[in-house]
């Protein structure tokens, strides 16, 4: 993990520095508290970013997805990657449009991916991936099998290159703004779960179980 | 706007064809219903990622920032960017893990990005991202001055080569899982607005706009 003294070009936030952060609790908590990622890939005709699902365990972050996928393949040889988790936070609406902002963490990895083989870390990372987005699961519904695992694939990403930006302030006006009669102020957004929707197959009176509670409270 | 019979290669989506759209009004509304995207550019040392607001008019995506910033200067020159937007629909719990997923919409946009020096574009891509945040902001709050408008940069991205995924249906788990005593099905999520946090600074009494009315219902 990069530290200010050391932070390498390409991490380093340039733009509006008093929102960057560079440590590594700071960088595992936006992580761990984004539901999903936008990876960047640099191929011959340009960018691509794809969302994806990710789990992290100590610095490394694990991705996966279908051996059959054009993007995976590029990864599992080994490819230079950009990991971003975003979690918006709220509107900051200022009274003039240009202070205007929102509030949000965001954390940004850089490195290379590595495909990961050796079947323990596959099965670490499958758990890690599964705990990301719901803790529990992954004891109680059925784990892949050796078909499942053959077909697919996953590839690693250290967090040695990194940075965070967050922005979780209210307003800031300019003083001549302040007489203006407009409301000003954050609203705060956050992603919430509705009522779950059993499947039509389950027997009647099938309980949700107990580990979605911190998703439905 | 590519159609399915003249998609580039790159617009093309491989996996899962099943949740391929390339019409525009689909792509139009994932746009339109992500709060923020997130863009890749190719640098020299790999790919970066980043988020930030955007807006809409038509087939063109409006990027804003500082002309200070870095980014936004590579994107003055013409940059190939890759611009996605995500919106996470809910967690699609399968009986087994390889069968779980997400309901989600994502648009993704490859374009060479354009400086937007016209004043008029100027001022009606503003708007566009600020209603694209929140429609009846940008009339109430205090419209940029000609300083601010110096310190702005803006670019556009032509909507010309995309595609879109979505995944909004119910769990698909194999014949053999059905009988295991494990809750299967969606939850929901979506992003809501809490208790509007007011500027300190305000005259006691100030109401809450009524263009919140969206976000706080």
Redesign the interface.
Known sequence: MSRPDGVS??ARV??LPERAHYDRETIHAILDAA??C??????E???????T?FGRIDDTIYLH??V???NLRTMRTGA?????A?I?DG?V??????N?S?N?R?A?V?GRTRQVTDPEERDRA?RAI?DH??PG??E??????RT?DL??AIVAVDIDEASAKIRNW??G?EPE??A???????????????????????PPG????GY?DG??S
Chains 1, 2 share one sequence.
């Open positions: 070009p390409r340039r733009r539901l999903i936008h990876v960047g890939i640099s191929r005709d340009g960018p691509l970013v794809v969302p699902l997805g279908s059959a996928s054009g230079e990657v950009c990991v971003t975003t918006v509107l609406l200022a009274r003039s449009l240009f205007s929102m949000y965001s940004v850089f499958l599964s987005i719901l699961r992954w109680d519904a059925r784990q892949p099998n499942e077909q697919t209210g307003v006006d703004d302040l203006l009669g407009v409301w000003a102020g954050v609203v705060p957004l956050r992603l919430v779960a509705g009522e779950p929707e059993p499947d039509p197959g389950l099938t309980e949700v179980p979605l998703w439905l």
